[in-house]
């Protein structure tokens, strides 16, 4: 180099490089913020999504317990409610528990299963011994929806 070159050097001031150095950093470092930050709001987007799609199927769980107690608390006429029991609701209860049941914590899904247990167990009864039992039946349904409210 000659000394004009080592001049024109000597005239930049130092934090001037120091600037250059720190924009040159900036270069690399704000896409890699900026794809960091798109992927974190990404993820907590999909987490949102599921937690309201879980959330949902939670609902839909307990309108149908809600559905199911009040046909037969509403049914003046046992044959009706024991048969709707029987073959349609209880089927129904199952399959909605087992929806729900990877959306819940190991805790609520053991207490949860056993009520829903509790209400099928009057499915294996027969007819005969569900009539009287309405009244159990009901309170063992409504256990079901105050452990999910």
């Known amino acids: ?8 050097w000597s005239e930049i001031p130092p934090y001037a490089l120091w600037l250059f150095g720190l924009a040159a950093m900036g270069w690399v470092i704000g896409p890699l913020l900026g794809y960091y930050l798109a992927q ?5 987007a999909r987490e949102f999504a599921a937690k309201d799609a879980a ?13 199911i107690k009040a046909q037969i608390a509403t049914s003046g006429d046992p044959e009706f409610w024991v048969v709707f029991f029987v073959d349609t609701a209880a089927p129904e209860l199952k399959a ?6 990877r959306d819940l914590s190991g805790g609520e899904r053991i207490k949860l299963r056993q009520r829903v ?32 409210n």
């Open 96 to 101: 909605g528990f087992d929806k729900i049941a």
């Open 1 to 8: 180099m000659t000394n004009t070159a080592n001049s024109q």
């Open 117 to 148: 247990d509790a209400v099928l167990a009057f499915s294996a009864m027969r007819a005969a011994d569900i009539y009287p039992q309405q009244k159990e039946l009901l309170a063992a349904i409504e256990s079901i929806e105050a452990h999910l």
């Open 55 to 67: 959330q949902n199927r939670i609902r839909d769980f307990l309108g149908l317990v809600a559905e």
């Open 40 to 44: 974190r709001s990404q993820r907590v």
